[in-house]
């Protein structure tokens, strides 16, 4: 069975310091809810103050591409952390990490092999990541980030 069907790509234009990620977008999939609205249905590994489950306002995109995001109409219900692993991490140490987040039945999105987005379920999922994953950033393995950051501009603030 296909996990995406019925679901169409969208486009979420990266504002503030997520286009240091060399991107100057993100295209996650989404359930067409009708009147430009869509629910989104996978981590965004590099937009900030976005999250799974989020119901989104779209517009066309004036070249024929994909709908783009210009605002969220309601918050997601997913926590989601971005992790960093080192150039220097063996992958037995990345799986290690992704075994342990994987514990707290995390939802979990690849972009490479250094970058994954993490979905934790639940506020004390959440609140346990810091101490879980401690001797991984004591080692040098990862860093890691909350993708809610008030400092960051939020879809629409550049509209």
Do not use: H
Not at 46 to 63: H, K, Q, T
Not at 120 to 132: F, H, Q
């Amino acid at each position: 069975m296909d996990s995406n069907k019925g679901l169409v790509k969208v486009r979420v234009k990266l504002l503030g310091s997520a286009v240091e990620s060399g991107y100057d977008s993100e295209t996650l999939w989404a359930e067409p809810l009708g009147e430009n609205r869509y629910r989104i249905w996978n981590l965004p590994v590099f937009a900030y103050n976005l999250d799974m489950r989020a119901i989104v306002e779209c517009e066309s995109d004036p070249e024929g591409g994909l709908p783009i995001v210009t605002r969220v109409l309601e918050e997601g219900d997913c926590f989601t952390v971005r992790l960093y692993f080192s150039r220097q991490a063996s992958d037995e140490q990345i799986q290690e990490v992704l075994d342990l987040v994987s514990q707290r039945r995390a939802l979990l999105e690849k972009n490479s092999r250094e970058v994954w987005a993490v979905g934790l379920r639940t506020l004390e999922d959440y609140e346990w990541l810091g101490s879980g994953l401690a001797p991984f950033v004591r080692d040098g393995i990862l860093n890691f980030e909350s993708s809610f950051q008030r400092n960051e501009p939020a879809i629409g603030d550049a509209a």
